[in-house]
C-alpha cells in the first residue's frame, strides 16, 4: 500500500478496542514501573490533521476516569517503519489544542498543586487548555508544542501505533521512536 492508500484508508473515526495498559515514567516504591491505563478515540482527517481524546484511567478495567485529554494538531509522515511491511513513521504535533479535563477530585488536588501559574482553579469536568503552557504534571515548559516521534500501521481495517518503551520513555525524540506495535484501534 502506498502511503497515499494509507491515508486515504484511515480517514475516519478510530477508538480503543478496551482500556490499554502503558509503563509510565513514575515508579513505585519498590523501584517498579506503575502502569498507566488509557482509552483512545481518535479522527483522521483528509488535511493530515488529527484530532485526539485520551481517558487516563486509575483501573485496569478502565472503571475510575482520572483525566481526560483532547488534543489537535498536524500528522506528518516520514517515510517506512521497519516494524511491518506498509508501516510509517509519523510525528503528531499538536499544534493546534491541548487540553485537560480533570475527572476525579484526587487527580484535581495535584493540579491545584502543581499546575497553578496561568490556570484557573481546576475543577472535575472542566477543561482548560494546556496548549502553549508550562505543565509540569506531562512535563511541557512554557511556548512548547507537545510532538511525539511515533508510528502507523494499518492492517486488516484496524490501526496501530507504536507500543511505549517499555522503560517509560516517551516518544519525545527520533531515537524513541517506538520499533513495535501497540494494541489497534477498530474503526466507529
Do not use: C
Amino acid at each position: 500500500m502506498t502511503v497515499e492508500q494509507i491515508k486515504q484508508n484511515i480517514e475516519g473515526v478510530w477508538k480503543s478496542i478496551a482500556p490499554e495498559i502503558r509503563p509510565s515514567f513514575l515508579k513505585n516504591e519498590d523501584g517498579t514501573l506503575k502502569p498507566f491505563y488509557l482509552s483512545r478515540h481518535f479522527k483522521y482527517n483528509a488535511d493530515e490533521t488529527f484530532e485526539l481524546e485520551i481517558i487516563n484511567y486509575a483501573d485496569a478495567f478502565g472503571k475510575v476516569a482520572l483525566a481526560k485529554m483532547q488534543i489537535a494538531g498536524h500528522v506528518t509522515w516520514r517515510g517506512e517503519h521497519p516494524i511491518a511491511d506498509g508501516a510509517q513513521k509519523v510525528d503528531f504535533t499538536a499544534d493546534l489544542s491541548y487540553e485537560v479535563m480533570p475527572q476525579n477530585s484526587g487527580f484535581v488536588d495535584v493540579l491545584n498543586k502543581l499546575a497553578t501559574n496561568d490556570f484557573n482553579t481546576w475543577e472535575v469536568n472542566v477543561a482548560q487548555s494546556i496548549f502553549k503552557k508550562a505543565f509540569l504534571p506531562f512535563g511541557l515548559a512554557e511556548g512548547q508544542i507537545f510532538k511525539e516521534y511515533d508510528l502507523m500501521y494499518f492492517y486488516s481495517d484496524m490501526l496501530f501505533w507504536g507500543a511505549r518503551n517499555i522503560d517509560g520513555r516517551g516518544f519525545d525524540t527520533e531515537a524513541n521512536r517506538p520499533t513495535n506495535l501497540q494494541i489497534p484501534m477498530i474503526r466507529v
